[in-house]
């Protein structure tokens, strides 16, 4: 099982909002780690958007807007990426990550298509 | 401006070598850490390595560990990495990334292994 898992796919409207989820693997406690999240658009480099751990532990990346922000669901032990008013330009993958055991580990990323 | 810029990617055979660099603008580079993170072709990001801001710590991926070698050069604001032993699947575009949150992306450089 990996480390962290991210749903292949998402779709959501212009306007509305998109949750994305970065579930760590059964006994690794969300808790404990900062999760990172980045943007990758086709042909692109990716861009760091933000990390979170918790409210006093979060950092926004240069030049992010404020409608990406960061969170976790303890119950569901995942790290979560949130997008408000969805625009089209936000049609990317998206991938998380987190340093674990002296090694960068990256979800398999979710793909979000604006529609 | 603030950047990274690799170069030396290139068409190489399989079992040859390669020697990726990694030049920094904009910033103080000796103050960051570093890492090399790749992308196969219609794949995922995958880290490879990382090296501390004086080069003292060092981590490797399982996939690429005795293989590739990080190193930096700090009078030069430049980053490394070796690659001995190439196969077909490490064909991918690599990026460098700085810092504890990879925060800055280099535009990456493509490394096609192919007979």
């Not at chain 1, 992010?64 to 969170?71: I, K, L, N, Q």
């Not at chain 2, 700085?98 to 992306?105: I, K, M, P, Q, T």
């Amino acid at each position: 099982q990996p480390v962290l898992t991210q749903p292949t796919s998402l779709s959501a409207s212009p306007g509305a909002s998109a949750r994305f989820t970065c579930t760590l693997r059964s006994g690794i406690n969300v808790g404990t780690y900062r999760i990172h999240w980045y943007q990758q658009k086709p042909g692109s480099l990716p861009r760091y958007l933000l990390r979170y751990k918790s409210d006093s532990d979060n950092q926004q990346g240069s030049g992010v807007p404020s409608r990406f922000s960061g969170s976790k669901d303890a119950s569901t032990n995942a790290g979560l990426l949130l997008i408000s008013g969805l625009q089209s330009e936000d049609e990317a993958d998206y991938y998380c990550a987190t340093w674990y055991n002296d090694a960068w580990v990256f979800g398999g990323g979710t793909k979000l298509t604006v529609l | 401006e603030v950047q990274l810029v690799e170069s030396g990617g290139d068409l190489v055979q399989p079992g040859g070598s390669l020697r990726l660099s990694c030049t920094a603008s904009g910033f103080i580079f000796s103050s960051y850490e570093m890492n090399w993170v790749r992308q196969a072709p219609g794949k995922g990001l995958e880290w490879l390595s990382y090296i501390s801001s004086s080069g003292s710590l060092i981590f490797y991926a399982d996939s690429v560990k005795g293989r590739f070698t990080i190193s930096r050069d700090n009078a030069k604001n430049s980053l490394y990495l070796q690659m001995n032993s190439l196969r077909a699947e490490d064909t991918a575009v690599y990026y460098c990334a700085r810092d504890a949150s990879l925060g800055l992306w280099g535009q990456g450089t493509l490394v096609t292994v192919s007979s």
